[in-house]
């Protein structure tokens, strides 16, 4: 196949300076936070729609797209999914887990119980592709797929929602709930919606290392 | 240590509808891409300091903050890394790569010529931490390194920058050339700066599955 090229005329220019467009951007990005309160208040399937997209605008190897997102509404599903996945938990929190990784999460708070699973409106699960749908190649999946999580909660808090990176680990119960082929993998599973009115969050997961400490500019 | 909470007030309430807001963003994010030709068009250290600061601010695993970037700009260091990606590059389209992914890549026109490594600005590598710096357990870095690099490349773009997320494979030059510890990989090397007036992109990575084939609603 001979590649063929195109203009890149359809660019973003943004009405400020870069200095202040990332300012802005940043302004905006940093009042994200990982909320585990959701309250049940709607969110539209268009909404959705709309972050999914953003998601699938992602670069990836080869143009390959090796990601498939499943949005889960289904009252019935979410429980299903919440029960699965509070068996995962507390196996974790009470086996799987070693000292050092429960002293670390301590501060978190967080424990087996995922309520908030059958509380927020939406479930969005993201699979990646190990294979393409019809059993051809893909490439650096597991780049993609990040990358493309991360449009995915930049658009959601963009668009006033909430989101939880949720990982109960294992994560195979996810393809069996919601009957997934063998070529995807649960990668994340993401509740979206709104927080509660008087949602906290940990103050440990706060604050960011200085940038100092992780960004280096040139050789040291 | 016992977990601490506190209320989540500042949240972001964009000022439109959660539809329209996420569209909006869609919109913005829907004309980035990966582009290989590079102006030298000059970008500000302030506006890779706010890039790399949105990045960090991406959810992660324990907040281990399992990532470090390298914002490089020295030409020398610059061609250093050239010089190094197109001996990599050239072993792998002369020997490494499968016939299938040679065939895979034909439609983006890529070849071992890596010029655009020393036209744009600046290089930021993201490098993924598989210990802490102190040797420290960290957890989901793949997860959470992609996802702040989704948000580095948001925010470029929203900046009016353009980036290319490029692999050149293997990656661990990277550590050789920028002196960096054992426990950092080499994640991704993003180009950062404006296109060529006359940038070109390939046609074939501008078309995206259609939303009904990557997104499902509850159980199929
Ligand atoms: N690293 C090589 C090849 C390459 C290029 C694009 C791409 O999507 C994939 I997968 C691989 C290069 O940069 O040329
Ligand atoms: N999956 C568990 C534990 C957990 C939680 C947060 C976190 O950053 C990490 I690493 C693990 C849970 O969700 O409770």
Redesign the pocket.
Known sequence: MEPQFVPYTDRYVPDASPEAAAQTFYDVMRRRRSVREFSDRPVSRETIEWVVRTATSAP????KQPWRFVAVQDPALKREIRLAAEEEEREFYARRASERWLADLAPLGTDEDKGYLEVAPWLIVVFRLVRADDGGQV??SDESVGIATGFLLAAAHHGGLATLTHTPSPMKFLSQVLGRPDNERAYMLIPVGYPTDDCTVPAHALPRRPLDEVLIFDRP
Do not use: E
């Open positions: 990836n190897g080869a143009n490439y650096y």
